[in-house]
């Protein structure tokens, strides 16, 4: 093995030809001579570069519709050969087999033939071959040969050449390599996901790959001993955090995305609704609300837990304008989200410096498939995305009375809201507004409690006779177990309440709402968060 390998002959086969003229041009003047395939030698030839043809290499013409033109000896013997072994300088001599210094390759659109809904035909003749294996070739040789998969990589390239008088590093070697086959490993997840997801559909295959491409390497990660990056899913587009626009601000952090992102999911499912605004402390939403304008839902979510929400996310389901921008802007925020801002909202936060303002194109579809993933020790845990959804005709009356109108609004509106909180979750609300949130407590007792606390204080910091809790829904993440966490939600003034049901003890929480004259509706569903 050695260092530096002068580049003296080198094959470029490319699907993107984004500056491949300008790399043509650039390697000829150094001495380089070109060998390529089909469209792009004519692109080099149509650049005025001299360029020898694969076949003239192989010795037999492209073939099956280009299926077969560069899976042949005297390419891969020209890239796999050990420069320095006897037996290999034989053999390559025998059968008159040149090296090759260089290969630059990217590979056929796939995931993009996809995404235009081109038909099965199509999307499998999109399913580059000769480029993988010469890519894998090269890359394994990376000790004689060098690999360029990433037309943002021919600067490089150039600097490289440059610097050595013709040759490469082993380190700039090495590093191409394992981009290489990053880019090869990313390529045959992204086919073998449309194979299981599209074209013969398998929930959880015998062996999973999830492909992702960086955008961006963070400040630290939850704390600022722990380095972190954010990745961006390859595959169908999608509208969420990870394509959001940031228009100011300072760079986001881990934490700022985790939360941003919570903020966003809850937000989205009010897309379509009136105006409505969360606010978000680690990644758990402490005021929502939904009024006529979005100032209204603003101060509303505002005033359930103001101590909370200095630091927090906001999210809101409509565009923002400049009074609403107005009003954040007045307390300590860490980072806004929505699906678009007018002028005036844009101008109020840029004088915030320090705010981030991230624009999405649309709001994420709350009901949307797909599957969610966490790492843990030694593997990974996969399930469906919790797009569960309650409606009003999906809800069984448990309770002697009758919930009113009024009622089962609030408890569909605290339901929404529960299922994007921690659990142990419990969520008063009234009038299309949080009135307190319990969240991430061991035990549902203590987080009925914890709610109405907050609520309690939002009354006192706000001069309100009563809390908010008093003629509230309230609602919880899973049954309850035992009556105690309803009788508190009862003290605390609750009216209505909503849950999943089926405890072992339902008759007896049922007997506690009966006895306490509260409404009780069941969902049959659940919504833990962990």
């Not at 606010?279 to 100032?295: E, S, W, Y």
């Amino acid at each position: 093995m050695t260092d530096s390998v002068t580049i003296r002959r080198a094959l470029l086969s490319v699907s993107d030809k984004s500056g491949l003229a300008e790399l043509g041009r650039a390697l000829s003047e150094r001495g380089v001579e070109l060998v390529s395939t089909g469209g792009t030698a004519r692109a080099l030839r149509d650049a005025g570069l001299a360029v020898k043809d694969i076949s003239d290499v192989t010795g037999f013409p492209e073939m099956m519709d280009g299926r077969v033109k560069t899976l042949h000896p005297m390419v891969h013997g020209g890239l796999l050969a050990v420069r320095d072994n006897p037996e290999h300088a034989a053999a390559m001599a025998e059968h008159a087999i040149g090296a090759i210094d260089l290969v630059v390759v990217n590979l056929y659109p796939f995931l993009a033939t996809v995404m235009r809904g081109a038909d099965r035909d199509e999307v499998i003749e999109n399913i580059d071959i000769g480029g993988p294996s010469m890519v894998r070739s090269a890359a394994k040789n990376h000790a004689y040969v060098t690999i360029l998969t990433d037309p943002a990589d021919y600067p490089a390239l150039l600097a490289e050449l440059d610097a050595a008088d013709g040759a490469t590093s082993l380190a700039f070697r090495k590093r191409m390599a394992s981009k290489a086959f990053a880019a090869t490993a990313a390529y045959d997840s992204t086919i073998a996901g449309w194979f299981q997801n599209a074209d013969q559909p398998e929930k959880f295959p015998a062996t999973r790959t999830i492909a992702s491409s960086l955008v961006t390497t963070l400040r630290y990660g939850e704390n600022p001993h722990q380095e972190a990056a954010l990745y961006r899913a390859i595959g169908p587009a999608a509208q969420g955090i990870g394509q959001a626009r940031q228009l100011q601000g300072k760079e986001l952090s881990y934490n700022n995305y985790n939360d941003a992102n919570a903020a966003l999911e809850l937000a989205a499912e009010f897309a379509g609704a009136p105006p409505s605004v969360v606010i978000v402390k680690h990644a758990n939403p402490c005021g929502v609300a939904t009024r006529a304008t979005l100032l209204e839902a603003w101060e509303e979510a505002l005033a359930c837990d103001s101590v909370s929400a200095f630091g927090g996310i906001v999210a809101t389901n409509v565009p923002l304008d400049g009074p609403t921008a107005e009003a954040i802007c007045k307390i300590f925020t860490e980072v806004v989200v929505a699906p678009g801002a007018d002028d005036a909202a844009i101008a109020a936060f840029s004088k915030k410096k320090n705010l981030r303002l991230l624009l999405v194109d649309g709001l994420p579809n709350a009901r949307r498939g797909g599957q969610s993933v966490t790492v843990i020790a030694g593997g990974v845990l996969i399930q469906d995305r919790d797009n569960g959804h309650v409606t009003r005709d999906m809800l069984k009356v448990v309770s002697k009375r009758q919930p009113t109108e009024q009622e089962l609004e609030d408890c569909l509106f605290a339901w929404t809201v529960a299922k994007h909180v921690k659990s142990n979750a419990i969520v008063y609300a009234r009038d299309g507004v949080t009135a307190g949130i319990g969240a991430g407590q061991m035990n549902r007792r203590d987080s009925s409690r914890i709610a109405a606390m907050k609520a309690q204080e939002a009354a006192e910091t706000h001069g309100w006779a009563t809390p908010r809790t008093v003629g509230s829904a309230v609602a919880s993440d899973a049954f309850f177990p035992f009556a105690d966490g309803l009788l508190a939600a009862a003290e605390a003034g609750a009216t209505a309440v909503i849950q999943p049901g089926g405890s072992i003890r339902d008759e007896e929480v049922i007997k506690a709402a009966d006895e306490a004259g509260l409404a009780m509706v069941f969902t049959g569903m659940r919504h833990f968060r962990h």
